[in-house]
């Protein structure tokens, strides 16, 4: 169970790291606006991440895995909204907020099994964010070579190749998940 929790957390922290490093090189190419969404972005995504995971992990402790995912979200917006403008440091700390509240929300409510599909979900979607720092300050409208075609095809090839490494952790999860679901109703019921 730890490794899986590892793996997530490990996989959204590279994710924030490499988009600062994306913003940071790519400063003078984003606009305000850009920015804002980038921050956006990622504060939802890495908040609703966080949060379906920990509202799994700490199941019936609601206050817990809200606090904690609204932390992990609000930073994340507000360190990427930050690198760009005060009020992408704004907008990224409320849609953490946002973010990190409904998803723990959704991750107490669904069965580890569920929750699992929504983790795998949400975490595809907060990598896909190194695409747009590729994709927004775009003006150009076609395709230059073949490079344009192969690169992103090897990008997804690895992406899924890395999703794929991190499911063979679900098994795992689950069965640590239902094991002290078990014991705590097994101690209730002495």
């Known amino acids: ?32 606006m850009n920015g804002m969404i980038i921050s956006m972005y990622l ?13 799994t992990i700490f199941r019936g ?6 606090i ?9 917006g507000t360190i990427m909204g930050a690198l760009v403008s005060a009020a992408a440091a704004f907008e990224g700390l409320m849609s953490g907020i946002m973010g ?14 569920k929750s699992l599909i929504l983790i795998n979900i949400f975490l595809t979607v907060s990598l896909a964010a190194l695409f747009l720092f590729k994709i927004l300050p775009k003006t150009e409208s076609s395709i230059i070579s073949k490079k344009y075609i192969i690169k ?8 899924i ?3 794929y490494l991190g499911s063979l952790l679900w098994d795992d999860w689950i ?9 705590e109703q097994h101690l209730h019921h002495s």
């Open 152 to 159: 992103p095809v090897l990008i997804f090839t690895l992406f």
């Open 175 to 183: 069965n640590d998940l239902h094991l002290i679901k078990d014991q």
């Open 161 to 163: 190749f890395y999703l």
């Open 100 to 113: 990190g509240m409904m998803g723990a929300m959704l991750g107490e409510m669904l069965l580890p099994e």
């Open 43 to 55: 504060g939802m995504n890495i908040g609703l991440t966080s949060g379906v995971l920990f509202g």
């Open 1 to 32: 169970m730890i490794i899986f929790n590892a793996y997530i957390l490990f996989s959204l922290a590279v994710t924030l790291l490499l988009s600062i490093m994306l913003v940071l090189r790519n400063k003078n190419r984003l606009t305000g």
């Open 68 to 76: 904690l995912s609204m932390l992990i979200g609000a930073a994340a």
């Open 61 to 66: 402790d609601l206050f817990h895995s809200t």
